[in-house]
């Protein structure tokens, strides 16, 4: 069970850290070319990834003590599809063909691996 929950909480960790930084180079871009680099590095978006993929690196941590990492490693890839969705549905970002396809090889691959454990 905990195993489960801590890859979990991982992947999340990690999507949350990719959408934090995403949101952090947005509003960095936004600000004045004088910005000081205290101001980008205190920003909340940037604090907020660098907890988030910590705290989802201490997850991984975790699960690795319990796991082979030849079995778990794969469902890390659960982050290319969650993110592909995010980039697609929360930013708006066009997705091509290619892209999809890749996913959904991607998410087929998660399961097949996903089977043996």
Do not use: D
Not at 53 to 59: E, I, N, T, V
Not at 89 to 97: A, D, I, L, P
Not at 100 to 108: E, I, R, S, T
């Amino acid at each position: 069970m905990w195993p489960w929950l801590w890859i979990g909480l991982s992947i999340s960790l990690t999507c949350l850290g990719q959408i934090a930084q995403k949101q952090a180079v947005t509003a960095f871009a936004r600000m004045p070319a004088e910005t000081p680099l205290r101001a980008k590095l205190l920003h909340p978006w940037l604090i907020t990834a660098l907890f988030a993929l910590g705290f989802g690196a201490l997850f991984w941590l975790l699960v690795l003590h319990v796991w082979p990492v030849g079995q778990a490693y794969p469902l890390l890839a659960t982050n290319f599809v969650l993110m592909l969705l995010i980039a697609r549905f929360g930013f708006k970002e066009t997705v091509n063909k290619r892209r999809w396809l890749g996913g959904g090889l991607v998410a087929a691959g998660i399961v097949c691996m996903g089977l043996t454990l």
